[in-house]
């Protein structure tokens, strides 16, 4: 009997895996519908999460409102002292503006340094072999396109204007290692300090502006702008943003390396300046400036 009532374990035991296998086998094949049983499972499954998720769903909610109400009222109090930053701003500004205009009429000066017209114009084609030196436009000589203008992008300057013909341009860009590409620009700081922009650093993609004193100190992150004073260039342009300075190899000068605010890769749509005033020969006209002054 005892041997009887083992095996009879063993069949049941036996019995219950192969039903058990079956009923795995059943649920795994791919069936257009469900047995009740898995239905009424399911259903039973889904009621209880649906319960469980809305209070918790709620909550999350909650705490998710509470956190942005935090948040907003940080932002507010930083907008706030925003806005009574820039109303001291404006302030100062017209003060300034109502000043230069005064000053202007005492001296009875009409030319201004920063005053220019822009003429709008788009990329239409690029060498390969000269990606970072050179970019075709479609304005030329009936457009008022002149010979040394200088161009700038929605972020800042690009370059100038290297030849022109009647219906496009060539623009050489700042980003040219032609030594011989030379402007006139401020690094500003407590004591601005004047520079030249004479290079590129192809490795570190940064514009190398060359002859600043070495007794002026240029902290990292001073913006560098046109000074105006080349005669070709106006002034207050943005050429970017200094990362590194260091002495010339004879101490007597320093170099600033500045990351551009243009993107030189990605061009398409410039602006070419045109400053309405004729300006005094410099290094910024190239080697035609530079033989003028020679002589």
């Known amino acids: 009997m005892p041997q009887f009532f083992l095996n009879k374990r063993l069949i049941i035991l036996l019995v219950s895996i192969i039903v058990l296998v079956a009923l795995i086998g059943f649920s795994l094949r791919e069936r257009d519908s469900i047995s009740w049983p898995e239905q009424f499972v399911k259903d039973m499954v889904g009621f209880g999460q649906s319960l469980?998720?809305?209070?918790?769903?709620?909550t999350a909610g909650v705490i998710e409102n509470v956190q942005d109400l935090q948040n907003t009222y940080t932002e507010n109090?930083?907008?706030k002292s925003r806005l009574d930053e820039l109303v001291k701003l404006e302030t100062q500004v017209r003060d300034l503006n109502q000043d230069n205009e005064e000053l202007r009429a005492v001296l009875e000066k009409k030319e201004d340094l920063r005053k220019y017209n822009t003429i709008q114009a788009t990329v239409i084609a690029r060498n390969p072999e000269r990606w970072d030196e050179l970019v075709t436009i479609n304005k030329g000589e009936v457009n008022g396109i002149k010979s040394d203008m200088a161009v700038i992008s929605s972020s800042g300057l690009i370059?100038?204007?290297?030849?022109?013909?009647?219906?496009?341009?060539t623009v050489e860009l700042i980003s040219t290692d032609n030594t011989k590409n030379r402007i006139s620009t401020v690094v500003q700081g407590k004591k601005d300090a004047n520079g030249w922009i004479e290079g590129y650093d192809t490795e570190k993609k940064e514009i190398l502006v060359k002859r600043i004193p070495k007794d002026f100190v240029v902290d990292k992150g001073s913006k560098v702008i046109t000074s105006g004073l080349g005669g070709v260039f106006?002034?207050?342009l943005v050429v970017g943003e200094v990362k590194e300075v260091k002495p010339d190899q004879y101490g007597l000068t320093?170099?600033?390396?500045?990351?551009?605010?243009?993107?030189?890769?990605?061009?398409?749509?410039?602006m070419v300046i045109d400053r309405g005033m004729k300006g005094v020969p410099s290094d910024e006209t190239g080697e035609e400036g530079n033989k003028e002054e020679e002589q």
């Open 159 to 169: 370059g100038k204007v290297k030849s022109v013909n009647q219906f496009s341009s």
């Open 52 to 58: 469980i998720s809305k209070p918790v769903n709620y």
């Open 234 to 236: 106006p002034k207050g």
């Open 254 to 270: 320093q170099t600033a390396y500045v990351k551009p605010a243009a993107d030189f890769y990605h061009l398409e749509h410039v």
């Open 77 to 79: 109090e930083k907008l």
